[in-house]
């Protein structure tokens, strides 16, 4: 019965990833001032995140777009980041200052615009500017859709990102995902109730110790992006779900 309701839970969240798609109809919307502003150094406009991966819901940000821009690129991480964020200013789409990210609204949907450099002429590494250290960090967001998109967790993965937004947790989606393959490694594919109990159970109990690493860069500590009382908090939410009803945490 618990594996029904949860399976009835995700569809009720079920986002159309198909090419007729509202909210790639966003991604057209927004290309022409991404254009404007980008030229000739754009390689690729694409989506990526949760709605390149499967792992989107309807409560979550409704589309992640990535900006691949060519390694000749001459401007700094940080012009890059703040002229793409004065161009989304100028168009109207109240753009809004995130770590990597510039969150936009456009046509009702919430949109999370990353600029990043290629750091090469091949590959798929990219340097994106850190709006919240006033840095930069490597990252490999193609690598990240694979490990993803390939894991069989996409529902365990929905699901807890459908608690984490009912609860109002602040868990990035990147780190959720990662936690939620540790937590499963071993474990049956497909055993939905169990599999959920089983990662309420190691965020109640790991999530403050645990260090996550980006796989594309393991400089980039995945889990610093919380902080040890967001931590906290996310292992108090845990602990109370495991002792309350599927309906009262999911719905």
């Known amino acids: 019965m618990s594996d ?90 109240q753009p809004q200052r995130q770590n990597v990210a510039i969150k936009v609204r456009v046509n009702g949907y919430d949109v999370d615009v990353v600029p990043g450099k290629r750091q090469s002429q091949f590959g798929d590494d990219h340097s994106l500017y850190s709006n919240r250290s006033g840095t930069w960090l490597q990252t490999n967001v193609a690598r990240h859709v694979n490990l993803v998109s390939g894991s069989n967790r996409l529902a365990e993965i929905r699901l807890l990102k459908i608690w984490r937004n009912r609860r109002g947790l602040d868990f990035p989606s990147f780190y959720l995902e990662l936690v939620v393959l540790r937590a499963l490694n071993g474990q049956r594919i497909g055993n939905l109730s169990h599999n959920v109990f089983t990662v309420l159970q190691f965020i109640r109990d790991h999530i403050t110790t645990a260090r996550f690493v980006d796989p594309a860069n393991t400089n980039n500590v995945i889990s610093d992006s919380v902080s040890a009382a967001g931590k906290q908090s996310l292992a108090n939410a845990a602990r109370a779900a495991l002792t309350s009803t599927w309906g009262n945490e999911f719905a």
Do not use: C
């Open 4 to 93: 029904e309701y949860l399976r009835q839970v995700l569809l009720r969240h079920a986002v159309d990833y198909g090419p007729a798609s509202p909210v790639r109809r966003v991604q057209l919307a927004l290309m022409p001032t991404i254009h404007q502003w980008g030229g000739q150094q754009i390689i690729q406009i694409a989506p990526s995140g949760s709605f390149a991966k499967g792992t989107a819901v309807h409560s979550g940000t409704d589309i992640d777009l990535f900006v691949s821009l060519s390694s000749t690129t001459n401007e700094t991480l940080a012009q890059i980041y703040n002229t793409l964020f004065n161009a989304l200013a100028a168009a109207g789409v």
